[in-house]
């Protein structure tokens, strides 16, 4: 009986240590194998995210580096942040839309910039954007650089949305499980 209650004590730490893990805040070791590392679609079909350098999760604060992969027709939601973003295209190919119109009221109707292996692409600073994987055959593999995290995402539910009603969502995803109270970090 005792024995099963320290193994089951003992179980329980490895699992709260294993979480700790995750959202190594003090210390990331200096190199790392990107296939050992978290990833998880965090509820968004047909993502697969890594976050590579996070601010929340892992304290950097400069940049935040992620590795996303979208299964063909997936796609983020219509987003703008107030951070400079920048994609470089490991695999597959896809579609920008980007509606350079946040001196306007809405976005409205986007431009499409087709995406390839071997491309990057940016997005400026609040121009709202979506990217999809348009390609019915493959995965669309993405290394994504933003600054200023953590990133404060507002959502549009489509292009006519006015900026003014597009919907704050922080912590995004993948920071909700390392975030508990706000970063010290000044507003930029
Ligand atoms: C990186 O991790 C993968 C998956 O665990 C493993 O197969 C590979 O050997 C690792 N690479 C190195 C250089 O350790
Ligand atoms: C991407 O472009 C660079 C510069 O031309 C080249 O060196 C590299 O081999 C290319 N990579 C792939 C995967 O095509």
Avoid at 64 to 73: D, K, M, R
Avoid at 166 to 185: G, M, N, V
Wanted: net charge negative; aromatic share 10%.
């Amino acid at each position: 009986m005792i024995c099963q209650l320290i193994s089951i004590f003992i179980g329980l730490l490895l699992s709260a240590a294993s979480g700790d893990s995750h959202c190594a805040t003090n210390g990331v070791p200096i190199v790392r194998n990107i296939s050992e590392l978290d990833q998880d679609s965090y509820g968004r079909p047909g993502l697969s995210h890594i976050t590579i350098a996070g601010s929340i999760m892992h304290g950097f604060k400069e940049v935040e580096v992620w590795l996303q992969t979208f299964a063909p027709g997936a796609h983020t939601p219509i987003h703008r942040h107030s951070c400079e973003e920048i994609f470089v295209v490991m695999k597959g190919s896809g579609t920008l839309y980007l509606a350079s119109n946040s001196h306007k009221k809405y976005p409205g109707n986007p431009q499409e910039f087709p995406v390839f292996a071997n491309s990057t692409f940016h997005v400026p600073v609040n121009d709202a954007h979506q990217v999809w994987n348009t390609n019915g055959h493959e995965d669309l593999q993405l290394l994504v650089i933003i600054s200023r995290p953590p990133v404060k995402v507002f959502i549009y539910d489509d292009w006519n949305v006015p900026h003014t009603a597009a919907k704050l969502k922080f912590p995004y995803y993948w920071d909700e499980r390392c975030y508990q109270t706000s970063p010290t970090k000044d507003e930029l």
